[in-house]
């Protein structure tokens, strides 16, 4: 999934207005919010658990926590804190381990 930012301005804009301290902690509290609606959503579709809110509602839930961490990340990327190289390398690395711990599971489980 690549993923287009096209107010630029206004997060260089963020970035000189808002403190590291505190876009740090924008972070931590986007952050937070996001893994709330991963497991909201986890109960909206198991029902074991069960939720007032829909499948739907959950999904628009995670996807609005998830742009305001994509949002919190951009800000501090525009501060230096985030070297986008470093991550998409990183990225590739846990995206292989986690594969071939799925694919580990599935062929000990045949």
Known sequence: MKMEH?????II???EHVSNSDAMCQLAEEASELAQAALKLRR??????PTPISMKEA???LNEEFADVIVATLVLG??????V???EA???KKQTRWLARV???VTSDV
Not at 6 to 10: F, G, I, L, M, V
Not at 44 to 49: D, E, M, P, T
Not at 78 to 83: C, E, L, S, V, Y
Request: cysteine-free; glycine content about 10%.
């Open 6 to 10: 096209t107010n630029d301005a206004e």
């Open 85 to 87: 190289d470093e991550v």
């Open 44 to 49: 909206a579709v198991l029902q074991g658990n």
């Open 90 to 92: 990183v990225e590739a």
């Open 103 to 105: 694919l580990s599971k």
């Open 13 to 15: 804009l963020l970035a």
């Open 59 to 61: 999904i628009a839930g």
């Open 78 to 83: 525009a501060k230096g804190f985030i070297d």
